[in-house]
């Protein structure tokens, strides 16, 4: 199983993203895909999952600015991030199989994607 996530970049406040969690080693349509992030000197926190139902559940602070959606034709994940704030800066990560929130329910993980949103 393996997960690569891309798309991450240098932003300005404001500004938009969307980020790239490629699946590959299992059928991703049956299973959830987990977005987290971690910011300098902070614990990896949970962003949101989607499940394979397409259901998403993006935690509440984030609600609003961040949309998970799941293409399983191309065994790919999205993170779409709008609105963004320099308080989002942070290596954003995906991790599967699965929809918990604790960074412990995961095996898995793709490698990264720095995301830097300068105000």
């Known amino acids: 199983l393996q997960l690569q996530a891309s798309g991450g970049g240098l932003v300005q406040a404001g500004g938009s993203l969307r980020l790239s969690c490629l699946v590959s080693?299992?059928?991703?349509?049956?299973?959830?895909i987990t977005w987290f992030r971690q910011a300098p000197g902070k614990e990896r926190e949970a962003v949101g999952c989607?499940?394979?139902?397409?259901?998403?559940n993006v935690v509440g602070s984030l609600k609003g600015r961040f949309t998970i959606s799941r293409d399983n034709a191309k065994n790919t994940v999205y993170l779409r991030m709008n609105s963004l704030k320099p308080e989002d800066t942070a290596v954003y990560y995906c991790?599967?199989?699965?929809?918990?929130?604790?960074?412990?329910?995961?095996?898995?993980w793709g490698q990264g994607t720095q995301v830097t949103v300068s105000s």
């Open positions: 991790a599967g199989p699965g929809c918990g929130l604790s960074r412990q329910d995961y095996d898995y």
């Open positions: 080693g299992f059928t991703m349509e049956n299973y959830g």
């Open positions: 989607i499940r394979s139902s397409g259901a998403t």
